[in-house]
């Protein structure tokens, strides 16, 4: 295969083993297809979630070169990846501007965490003066809004737990087991629980909007950068804790 249609990619190889090997590169296959030019990937949790990070030229209908940062969808390979160019059908239901204020780096917080942490707290914003709001609070019994965000039942029991009468919890951690919570407890206290994945697509542009006020808050997570071909490096940096996000620089 000719030199200009392959690239190198970080592949899921198995549990506790990342490989960067040559791929081949995508090309269109649809008249509504683009080849998106990776800018920026991160390796974190959410090894095959997909984000936008900055659309250099876009076309509505006709496939179109663009610079963005991102994760490859699962559809896009058999195997989880970061490609430096992957294929995207119907872009215009998938792709987004990103604000010119908002560096490359900060906006690869969109790819999982920021879009999932708006969701979860967004149903609770219900009181214009939240500081009022709190101090009404104070002499209950009780937290009055309680995010869970781990995913386990303890997590959540502990939730139900520590809620006040009457009180809210958003939970958006993945549940990976039966979970099975008190039902007088849940009754006596009149407890209002929200829970399930994230709708990326239905928030991301409010998501992104609120991203755009606290960079500055959140900067502290995208410091950290690695070589693509050292991703594997960059998986245990993130699941021994050693950094909030890392980002791959392409080398080629």
């Known amino acids: 295969m000719p030199k200009g249609q392959i690239m190198r990619a970080a592949v899921f190889q198995g549990v506790g083993k990342i490989g960067v090997e040559d791929r081949p590169r995508p090309q269109i296959q649809d008249d509504n297809d683009v080849i998106l030019k990776v800018r920026l990937p991160s390796r974190h949790c959410e090894v095959t979630a997909a984000i936008v990070i900055d659309v250099k030229t876009a076309a509505a209908r006709k496939a179109s070169c663009l610079e963005i940062a991102q994760e490859p969808h699962k559809s896009m390979a058999d195997k989880p990846n970061m490609f430096p ?23 690869v917080l969109m790819t999982d965490i920021f879009a999932t942490g708006y969701f979860c707290a967004k149903p609770l914003l219900l009181n214009e003066d939240p500081g009022a709001a709190i101090k009404a ?33 958003s939970s958006v951690g993945v549940q990976t087991e039966t979970v099975a919570l008190e039902g007088p407890v849940l009754y006596g206290k009149n407890v209002t629980i929200a829970w399930g994945h994230c709708p990326v697509r239905g928030i991301f542009e409010e998501a992104l909007a609120t991203l755009d006020k606290v960079q500055d808050k959140v900067s502290f997570l995208c410091d950290r950068s690695i070589k693509l071909e050292e991703a594997e490096e960059a998986c245990w940096l993130f699941n021994d804790r050693k950094a909030h996000k890392v980002l791959l620089v392409r080398t080629q």
């Not at 160019?85 to 906006?107: C, K």
């Not at 104070?138 to 303890?154: H, N, P, Q, Y």
């Open 85 to 107: 160019y992957v294929r995207v059908p119907q872009p215009d239901s998938l792709l987004i501007h990103a604000p010119p204020s908002n560096p490359p780096n900060l906006l």
């Open 137 to 169: 609070a104070t002499d209950r019994c009780g937290a009055d809004i309680l995010l869970e965000v781990v995913g386990t039942l303890d997590a959540m029991r502990l939730c139900v737990d520590i809620v006040r009468p009457f009180g809210s919890i």
